[in-house]
């Protein structure tokens, strides 16, 4: 089975740190495009970044400069660092992964969220 498991979130005062971790089971990620969404109570789910197969990242303009992800093929983890954290920054942060190279497609597979809470 596919699987993705995120970890890493909490509560933070603004301006600090997190260092979110998405580990991926039934597949190897080096393949496949992946990224980063989330979403705060009451709004839609936005995307917040995506990473091609070999690398190539974009970002969602609130977040480009603060924000970076990357990803450790042999321990099958992506990662999103987030630093200079704000309150407009809590959400439930999801990874997520398509099944080809190029961030083109559907969204197959999402894991199960985990909360962000930047306090100010």
């Known amino acids: 089975q596919v699987q993705l498991v995120e970890s890493g979130g909490g509560s933070v005062q603004t301006g600090g740190s997190l260092r979110l971790s998405c580990v991926a089971s039934?597949?190897?990620?080096?393949?496949?495009?992946m990224g980063w969404f989330r979403q705060a109570s009451g709004k839609e789910r936005e995307e917040v970044t995506t990473?091609?197969?070999?690398?190539?990242?974009k970002y969602t303009d609130s977040v480009r400069g603060r924000f970076t992800v990357s990803r450790d093929n042999t321990k099958n983890t992506l990662y999103l660092q987030m630093n200079n954290l704000k309150p407009d920054d809590t959400a439930v942060y999801y990874c997520?992964?398509?099944?080809?190279?190029?961030?083109?497609?559907?969204?197959?597979?999402w894991g199960q969220g985990t909360q962000v809470t930047v306090s100010a």
């Open positions: 990473m091609v197969a070999y690398g190539n990242t």
């Open positions: 997520a992964l398509q099944t080809g190279a190029y961030c083109s497609g559907n969204w197959a597979y």
């Open positions: 039934g597949m190897s990620i080096r393949y496949y495009c």
